[in-house]
């Protein structure tokens, strides 16, 4: 017999789930695990003609021969049938878009998908597969995607969710009924919880966090707890919310949170509790009211992730005036850097005020040129520690009007906070990409593209385009900074790849510029380019202006003396085609021939021209990168031009150094974005150029599922330079055979040392996850075979092991591997032993031995020793 079950609680997404699956599954019977939300509860009791339920006491357990598990992949919240996944025979498919525990089910069948609705997950598949569904269904599956996604505007929707909701709409789903489930009238028990919740409500601080946490006892049990949570917190606006409602012996404690710094999940499972990141509850049994919040207060201490502070987000050094400078002077320093107001010191340093440029403007318009800005400057100063939290900057800034922050330590200012900053911490870099501080994104003036500098850069690196710039003008030079550091200035992303050209002799600039900053020169008179090193190790590539043609397709290039406009002609695609001026009075000009601003306001990755990828094929590469990285995509001519040359087997044309050059630099992005781009290869064809037998399989997907769930922790782990880009390499390469592998990094010309870290990840750690999975190793068994591993392949363990081999690699990296003998070679030299190989068999046993705990000290391993060398004697 198949069963569809769900959990406890069933929700819409649940019930929604459920039904989606009978569609996959028409022989199953639907079971609810336990209870039902009250919302839930009425629509069954209007669609119950529709809806066929089997009760859980009329269901033959023994002959249950495969569960299909919705919304859930806890054993525990399948209520009484929770023993069922672990019996013998019992197959188990699971559907879920929670991000997986530490207790989930082993063993099964995962189809589950990162979404805003595990509704979302099956639609998907009933659409892919043309499964025709009616009105009722379309409407019921739309609930489950409303309910969970907030009707798409919780932080985990995707636009497969939103999707997902079009396909419904078209297919029927009724907004009427919709409406009317998704927002239930509260009952009069349920409208008095909540009134004693409000009354009972406390804001406090946790690790900078804003947290309230409201509490209320009711007389009888009031279900719905979770509604009326999540009402209060839209009344209130809350961020975060925790309320603990003390009824029938028992308190129930619901957690909402929008931030990312206070995991509900993560809070509640020291409850007994749980949900997801966004949304969870827990019943506290034998707990006071009192007792219950102090136990939640010490979870939240302990749990939450402190907040973004001050420090860690201003912008500096920053660039303050002093008190006595003349205003004409002000005037002249504000129009350079292009800021709009200056912080004003006093002669020891310390904050006085803020002058604006109305201000000297305005002093300025009386004739008052002469006169020291602390005579027109605001004293009525706004600023902050570097310890002030996020939300009370957002806060200061909202009730003042103002856009930055000062950030001072014993009233000296050490940075500056600006809306900008303060809007990329709450919402991420992804919030703004494309936009630059004024809002717009085309037609920069020069004083914003000079504020954006002055932002984006650190202080030596201004000071250095301000090198560069002096050096341009005395020796006649138009000077640009190009490529992608341009780019990232635009869309706020850090980026200090100094790229320099030069109209003229770019080699003899850079000459001129390492005497000037004291660095060395390495040039490359074929290309006209050259490399500055300063003596802090920071280079500035500077290039002569060029312009390149290409012999036949996937051909290096030829190099010919050229303007700026043409040596950005050469460029591999518009974003990139971009240059700000660094000579003279045009400092901070942008240079844009090609639309570059206008595909970032688009989020476009377009090409220059149609013979681009014919003439560089690894450019198909960089766009799916760059598509990633920015969340851009391909423009519509640049796509049908990249599947092109696809097809016309370019690629295979190219060099294989060259596309391993690109492959890492792929991998070397952050996870999930190299799993994507290995999607978005397969997309256009171009995988399967890498090798004929590549293809993203669901063991991939779950691979790098776990490579984005624990690669940062796996890499903290092991420590040292670790090649991060090797473990996603892998996983991309490991559904191949292992001998298939080995040949690929051969042609692809990798170092020895990368070929061996990659080959290990394929061949011995999935060997070793079988034995430490499996086996109850000592711990000198464990340190056997992880010590020969490298620090890259010790992390591809750790992300993939599960928590078994998890665990010994966390024992070996922080306490086992560094266990060395106490005695030494001169000591068995002592014991009469000869120099030869059994020196370091009789090491190597001792190290063992004490790894085991089978020696305590020196006496003991000297013993030790001692009877291994009368063995050894003997034999």
């Known amino acids: 017999m198949d069963v569809i079950l769900g959990h406890v609680n069933v929700d819409f997404d649940a019930l929604a789930s459920m039904v989606a699956a009978k569609r996959l599954y028409p022989e199953a019977v639907m079971v609810f695990a336990g209870s039902v939300n009250r919302n839930v509860r009425e629509f069954i009791a209007l669609h119950g003609d529709v ?28 209520g009484e049938l929770k023993d069922v996944p672990g019996r013998s025979g019992v197959e188990v498919f699971v559907y879920d878009h929670h991000p997986p525990s530490p207790h989930d089910m082993v063993g099964v069948k995962d189809y589950s998908e990162i979404l805003g609705s595990t509704t979302t997950v099956l639609v998907k598949i009933i659409h892919s597969k043309d499964i025709p569904i009616t009105p009722f269904e379309a409407t019921l599956f739309a609930l489950g995607i409303h309910e969970d996604t907030g009707s798409l505007t919780f932080a985990g929707t995707t636009y497969e969710d939103a999707e997902a909701l079009s396909y419904l709409m078209r297919e029927g789903a009724n907004l009427n009924v919709i409406m009317h489930f998704l927002g239930p009238q509260l009952t009069p028990s349920q409208h008095e919880l909540m009134k004693k919740l409000l009354s009972g409500l406390e804001l406090r601080r946790v690790k900078g966090v804003l947290v309230a946490v409201a509490r209320a006892s009711m007389d009888e049990y009031v279900e719905g707890a979770s509604l009326i949570a999540s009402k209060l917190a839209e009344l209130e606006n809350l961020d975060v919310l925790f309320t603990l409602a003390q009824m029938h012996g028992r308190v129930v404690v619901v957690g909402l949170s929008r931030l990312d710094q206070v995991d509900v999940d993560e809070v509640l499972s020291g409850l007994g509790g749980g949900g997801h990141a966004k949304a969870g509850s827990a019943v506290m049994k034998d707990y006071t009211l009192s ?83 602390k005579g027109f400057m605001s004293r009525n100063l706004i600023d902050v520690d570097e310890g002030a939290p996020l939300q009370e900057i957002q806060a200061l800034m909202t009730a003042n009007a103002i856009g930055r ?73 138009s000077v640009f900074l190009v490529g992608g550091v341009v780019r990232d200035l635009l869309l706020g992303f850090p980026n200090l790849d100094l790229d320099i050209v030069v109209e003229g002799d770019g080699i003899e600039f850079a000459r001129l510029l390492a005497h000037e900053i004291k660095g060395r020169v390495r040039s490359h008179r074929k290309f006209g380019t050259a490399v500055v090193i300063l003596p802090t190790g920071r280079r500035i590539d500077v290039a002569t202006a060029r312009t390149e043609f290409y012999e036949h397709p996937a051909a290096l290039p030829t190099v010919e003396v050229s303007s700026i406009r043409q040596d950005l002609y050469r460029r591999d695609f518009t974003i990139n085609a971009m240059a700000v001026a660094l000579t003279g009075g045009r400092f901070g000009e942008l240079l844009d021939y090609f639309g570059g601003l206008r595909d970032l306001e688009r989020r476009h990755v377009r090409i220059l021209h149609n013979l681009s990828f014919v003439e560089d094929p690894t450019r198909i590469f960089r766009a799916v990168r760059f598509e990633q990285r920015y969340g851009f995509e391909l423009e519509r001519q640049t796509e049908i031009l990249a599947r092109r040359a696809v097809e016309m087997e370019i690629v295979g044309k190219l060099t294989n150094a060259r596309v391993r050059d690109e492959l890492i630099d792929i991998f070397c992005e952050p996870s999930p974005l190299p799993f994507k781009a290995v999607e978005r290869l397969q997309d256009l064809g171009a995988l399967h150029t890498l090798h004929p037998d590549l293809s993203v399989s669901r063991a991939m997907r779950g691979r790098y599922g776990l490579m984005y769930k624990h690669g940062e922790e796996a890499f903290e782990l092991v420590g040292g330079e670790a090649r991060k880009w090797i473990p996603s390499l892998a996983a991309m390469l490991e559904d191949l055979p292992l001998q298939e592998s080995e040949k690929w990094c051969h042609q692809m010309r990798f170092k020895k040392d990368d070929s061996l870290a990659v080959m290990q990840c394929l061949g011995r750690v999935p060997e070793i996850i079988k034995v430490l999975s499996s086996e109850d190793l000592s711990p000198s068994q464990v340190v ?38 106490g005695i030494k070679g001169n000591d068995l030299a002592e014991l009469g032993l000869k120099p030869s190989r059994a020196y370091a068999d009789i090491l190597y046993r001792v190290r063992a031995a004490k790894l085991d705990g089978k020696v305590k000290d020196r006496e003991d391993e000297l013993k030790l020793a001692r009877r291994l060398v009368r063995k050894t004697q003997k034999g």
Request: charged share 25%.
């Open 51 to 78: 809806l066929e339920f089997m009760e859980p006491r009329s269901l033959d357990v023994e002959a249950i021969s495969r569960l299909i598990v919705v919304d859930n992949r806890i054993a525990e919240r399948l």
């Open 405 to 477: 922050v000062p950030v001072v330590r014993e009233n000296r200012v050490v940075g500056i906070v600006t809306r900008k900053d303060v809007i990329r911490a709450l919402h991420g870099s992804d919030y703004l990409r494309g936009f630059g501080p004024s809002g717009r994104a085309a037609g920069y003036s020069r004083s914003e593209v000079l504020e954006m500098m002055q932002q984006s850069l650190p202080g030596d690196v201004q000071a250095l385009l301000r090198n560069i710039s002096q050096v341009a003008e005395e020796g006649a030079y």
């Open 291 to 373: 007792g219950a919040e102090k136990r939640l207060l010490e979870l939240l201490e302990e749990r939450v992730r402190p907040l973004v502070t001050a420090g860690e987000i201003m912008s500096g050094p920053v660039k303050t005036i002093a008190e006595d400078t003349p205003i004409a002077e002000a005037s002249r320093r504000m129009e350079r850097t292009g800021h709009t107001a200056f912080p004003v010191v006093d002669g020891a340093g310390e904050l006085t005020g803020i002058i604006s440029r109305k201000d000297l403007d305005k002093a300025g318009h009386h004739g008052l040129g002469h006169a020291p800005v």
């Open 784 to 821: 056997d075979f992880l010590d020969p591993l490298v620090g890259e392949a010790l992390a591809y363990l750790y992300v993939l092991g599960g928590p078994q081999p998890r665990k010994s690699v966390v024992f070996y990296v922080e306490k086992w591997r560094d266990i060395a003998p």
